[in-house]
């Protein structure tokens, strides 16, 4: 069967808003049960209740990432109640932009725990299933910046070059174990991630900025097509902009 998704359990982190909410909607209608897994549990439990409603299998797991006890227990409880994991997308993530010389440290620190140390520590706790099960595939959301740096993202420049390195790396572990890896690289989504600036200049050059942007539905679909292949396909790296983006 090429449609791998159908009976299979993904974990999704970051999914009550966003890129992350769309990717468990779109991996729910291709048949897998969902674990939903953020810090807003009130947002994740009504993801949960529009996916049962139309027909899909969701659990709810409120999870900090940064977290390393709430990691661990988000995997026990989708082994206690699935007894398996196919799919693991790294999707939470904090995008807290500004200039170096006004940037406060907690940010900085925040961006690194969150899309950097979580995801590693995730995908730690669960690749071990993977290599019992002989198979599965991590699906990292890094970004065009994990590519290309911009003014006022060292940062976030910095956390997602190196969720885009992790992910290369790994592949050259995993993939003789039959374990997929897929880096995703979004361009400008419309979704909650650049309200949480707490830059207030920035935040006002910002709101004057007028560009395109994707749906979060248009990276959920992305994130099916890579993990839906047959078996033999490992699709690595995604890179999906707006059109009009440069
Ligand atoms: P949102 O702000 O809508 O979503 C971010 C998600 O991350 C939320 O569900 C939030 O959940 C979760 N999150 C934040 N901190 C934590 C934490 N400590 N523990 C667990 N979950 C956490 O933004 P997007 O959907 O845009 O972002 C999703 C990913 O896409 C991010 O990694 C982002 O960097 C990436 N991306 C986005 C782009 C864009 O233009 N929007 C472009 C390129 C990449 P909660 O607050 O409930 O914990």
């Given at each position: 069967d090429s449609k791998y998704l159908s009976d299979s359990v993904a974990i999704v982190t970051g999914a009550s808003s966003g890129i992350g909410e769309a990717t468990a909607e779109a991996l729910a209608?291709?048949?897998?049960s969902v674990v939903l897994a953020a810090r807003r549990v009130d947002e994740l439990e009504a993801l949960a209740d529009r996916i049962t409603t139309e027909g899909g299998d969701a659990l709810v797991v409120e999870t900090d990432v940064t977290e390393e006890d709430d990691i661990d227990t988000l995997v026990e409880t989708t082994i206690d109640e699935y007894g398996?994991?196919?799919v693991l997308v790294n999707n939470a993530g904090v995008m807290l932009l500004?200039?170096?010389?006004?940037?406060?440290r907690s940010n900085l620190r925040q961006m690194v725990e969150v899309n950097l140390i979580g995801l590693m520590n995730l995908t730690h706790a669960v690749v071990p299933i993977m290599q019992q099960q002989d198979g599965g595939h991590v699906v990292n959301v890094s970004s065009v910046a994990g590519r290309e740096t911009m003014t006022n993202g060292s940062g976030y420049n910095a956390t997602k070059f190196g969720v885009t390195a992790f992910t290369d790396a790994i592949r050259q572990e995993l993939s003789p174990q039959d374990i997929r890896t897929t880096v995703?690289?979004?361009?400008a989504v419309d979704t909650e991630l650049p309200t949480h600036i707490t830059d207030e200049q920035l935040l006002e050059q910002l709101s004057e900025v007028d560009m395109p942007t994707l749906a979060p539905e248009d990276i959920a679909r992305g994130i099916v097509y890579a993990t839906n292949q047959p078996e033999h396909v490992d699709v690595n790296e995604l890179m999906i902009r707006p059109t009009g983006q440069t």
């Open positions: 209608t291709e048949g897998a398996q994991i196919d500004e200039p170096l010389e006004r940037a406060d995703i690289e979004p361009g």
